[in-house]
């Protein structure tokens, strides 16, 4: 089974910066695909970026040029950066790691975190 851990939500101004992390632990063979989510209130669930093993990176329209993303292959973590905040990035954030499962149960996997709250003020 794999887990993911999401730390680094929370409060933050209008035009503010957050870099939460997403750390996935567990029997681990291989991470294909690193992505981030969010779901605001009434909406529904939208990518907001993504990163493959290559380095291959996806950014919706909405986020460009402000959110960056990164990965650090030794720590199986993905780092969303996120710059000029804008109210309407408010929602709940959650991180999507795809890849395959090690010993003892070789397997493809697709996990999702918890979620975590991300809320901009004017």
């Known amino acids: 089974q794999v887990q993911l851990v999401e730390p680094g939500g929370g409060l933050v101004q209008a035009g503010g910066s957050l870099r939460p992390s997403c750390a996935a632990s567990g029997r681990i063979l291989r991470i294909d695909y690193m992505g981030w989510y969010r779901q605001a209130p009434g909406k529904q669930r939208e990518l907001v970026t993504a990163?493959?093993?290559?380095?291959?990176?996806n950014y919706a329209d909405s986020v460009k040029g402000r959110f960056t993303i990164s990965r650090d292959n030794a720590k199986n973590t993905v780092y969303p950066q996120m710059n000029s905040l804008k109210l309407e990035d408010t929602a709940v954030y959650y991180c999507?790691?795809?890849?395959?499962?090690?010993?003892?149960?070789?397997?493809?996997?697709?996990?999702w975190g918890q979620g975590t709250q991300v809320t901009v003020s004017s």
């Open positions: 990163i493959t093993n290559g380095g291959s990176t």
């Open positions: 999507n790691v795809r890849g395959m499962r090690g010993s003892p149960s070789y397997g493809n996997f697709d996990s």
